[in-house]
Nanobody, 119 residues
Framework: QVQLVESGGGLVEPGGSLRLSCAGSGFTFSRFHMSWYRQAPEKERELVAMITSAGSSTNYADSVKGRFTISRDNAKNTVSLEMNSLKPEDTAVYYC????????????WGQGTQVTVTS
């Protein structure tokens, strides 16, 4: 059974920090590129950060560059998102995503974790 389980969301004041984690199971984690997406109320889901399967390359949305850092530990089947200097506009449900581009593209999603940035 494939699972992606996010944790670490919560309520934080502007300028604060949070660390999100996502634990994968039921699939070969090290073969999958991992990403964090977010969806704010009444907005479309957007890509926040991506890390390649071996962790050799990362990519970030312009809105989070310099503030967020994605990392992974293939030995522990986890991917993390370190979020610093949080802003109210970072408020959203954050989703973990795993994708493998083989003959067919395979994608899995977590259930999401709420991040709320407010004073």
């Amino acid at each position: 059974q494939v699972q992606l389980v996010e944790s670490g969301g919560g309520l934080v004041e502007p300028g604060g920090s949070l660390r999100l984690s996502c634990a994968g199971s039921g699939f070969t984690f090290s073969r999958f590129h991992m990403s964090w997406y977010r969806q704010a109320p009444e907005k479309e889901r957007e890509l926040v950060a991506m890390i390649t399967s071996a962790g050799s390359s990362t990519n970030y949305a312009d809105s989070v560059k310099g503030r967020f850092t994605i990392s992974r530990d293939n030995a522990k089947n986890t991917v993390s998102l370190e979020m610093n200097s949080l802003k109210p506009e970072d408020t959203a449900v954050y989703y973990c995503n795993a994708v493998y581009h083989g003959i067919l593209t395979t994608a899995y999603w977590g259930q999401g974790t709420q991040v709320t940035v407010t004073s």
